[in-house]
């Protein structure tokens, strides 16, 4: 059954600007000289450390391991010699934290051992793949880094009816999701088959937005094997590929306000690579240790999408997508929405590093602010319909209660108010600093 989507509330038509990459098939972008592994690539608490400096590893060994259920194994990417355990800036973080260094050798030669799980799914219990996406250390590879064991595990008091597979892949630019649709569709399914049966959920639909036709057919060929599945089609629209939008505009279900996640109304939402990760560990036993990386923006020669090394850093990568065109002015960690700007190219790709956006220095002039004109265009685009104007300026005022008070801890920061914004204001990081400040206050009274 295909349904097409055209209902969302607020957003924003941001031109998506994928034709820079979405042609270019995925490459390995080779093995770099150094791999940097965090031990906190994720939500919840850091793995720890089994090896010590000195140490060869071989491809896929685990390296790390988890801490609880909300925490992610680690694996070596390639063979090499762990050369350090020491911090290093972490750039979704903003800052120092533990991390294993690696000086591959070169010879990328696997782990002993490492084999395929299972051939097909009829063979494994539910209980099976949870463990494989455990010891796998598979996380929500959208950007969020959720541990999928985690949250296909969900509290025995939740009753869920549908998994959404999330391949909108909204943010503009980034081509990642598309290109593993495209070249990958059946592992694709067969990973999201594997979601289901092990959250015991048997409705699913794969939701694509309309901007990658291509995409759409070949996900809808893979999936006509299967029972279960449904593809949902939505106009292209930013942030369509937000759990909550997606739960919203497939089901009509309202998601509940933070700390409310889409399994509260029976839904379990997962990234595409997530499933393709998933299929992976499965078919072939290579835990996570690589991911596709969109390469792209005005500001480099060749965009690209590479399947890179967990660990590589980010200047290797420009380097492979032909280096600088002209002088850049801004390096971004994931998309222009919601992505972070990045200080140095010396960090590494993270489990949940979904591309790397040059713009050049004419695209990253700030413009000058200006005060409000109380135009509500903010108000018109937040898909959550908050106020950002009004939460902003208490934030920039120091009126932290006024701007809690209007629900400054459920904005999920994906800057559709401060795209709109005539004046220019800094809307999102107003509203950062007043959830910050929230957050800590909070923490004080406990
Ligand atoms: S969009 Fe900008 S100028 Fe308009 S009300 Fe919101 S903050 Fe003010
Ligand atoms: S950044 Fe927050 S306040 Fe702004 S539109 Fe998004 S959710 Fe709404």
Redesign the pocket.
């Known amino acids: 059954m295909i349904t097409i989507i055209k209902k969302m509330i607020g957003g924003v038509p941001v031109p998506d600007k994928k034709e820079l990459s979405e042609k270019a098939p995925v490459e390995f972008a080779g093995i770099p000289d150094e791999l940097v592994l965090f031990m906190s690539h994720h939500i919840g608490a850091p793995a720890v450390p089994l090896v010590k400096p000195k140490d060869t590893v071989k491809r896929g060994q685990l390296i790390a391991e988890p801490q609880g259920l909300v925490s992610a194994a680690l694996h070596a990417p390639t063979s090499g010699v762990v050369k350090a355990i020491e911090p290093r800036f972490h750039p979704v973080l903003a800052c120092m934290s533990e991390a294993i260094v690696i000086e591959p050798d070169g010879k990328h030669e696997p782990v002993e051992g490492l084999a395929p799980k299972a051939s097909d799914l009829d063979s494994l219990s539910a209980e099976q793949i949870r463990a494989i996406a455990r010891e796998a250390g598979i996380v929500g590879l959208g950007g969020a880094c959720f541990p999928t064991s985690a949250k296909i595990t969900p509290p025995e008091d939740k009753h869920l009816d549908t998994y959404l597979l999330n391949g909108s892949e909204c943010e503009p630019y980034l081509t990642a999701d598309h290109r593993v649709m495209l070249e990958e569709a059946e592992k694709v399914i067969f990973g999201f088959k594997a979601l289901m049966k092990a959250s015991g959920v048997s409705r699913g639909i794969v939701c694509i937005e309309d901007n990658k036709p291509d995409a759409i057919e070949a996900m809808k060929q893979a999936m006509s094997g299967y029972d279960g599945l449904e593809l949902a089609v939505l106009t292209t629209r930013y942030p369509r590929g937000g759990e909550k939008q997606l739960t919203q505009a497939v089901l009509g279900r309202e998601v509940p306000p933070p700390p409310g996640l889409p399994y509260d109304v029976g839904v379990l939402v997962s990234n595409v690579g997530t499933a393709y990760a998933l299929a992976e560990a499965i078919l072939t036993g290579l835990p996570l240790v690589e991911r596709v990386v969109t390469v792209t923006g005005e500001g480099v020669a060749k965009p690209s999408n590479f399947k890179a090394l967990i660990g590589t850093p980010v200047s290797y990568l420009i380097e492979k997508a032909g280096g600088f065109a002209g002088t850049p002015g801004k390096v971004i960690m994931g998309g222009p929405m919601m992505g972070c700007a990045l200080k140095s190219l010396d960090v590494p790709v993270l489990k949940g590093t979904t591309g790397i956006l040059v713009l050049t220095k004419e695209q990253a002039v700030q413009e000058p602010i ?10 018109d ?1 937040c898909p959550l319909g908050l106020q ?2 009004w939460i ?2 208490y934030a920039e005022r120091g009126f932290i209660e006024e701007a809690e008070s209007f629900r400054a801890m459920d904005c999920m920061e994906c800057g559709c ?1 401060a795209y ?6 800094p ?1 999102v990081q107003l509203i950062k600093m007043a959830k910050a400040e929230i957050s800590s206050r909070r923490k004080a009274r406990r």
Do not use: F, N, W, Y
């Open positions: 200006l005060p409000c004109i109380k135009c509500g265009k903010c108000i685009a950002p104007l902003s300026a108010c709109i914004c005539p004046a220019k204001r809307l």
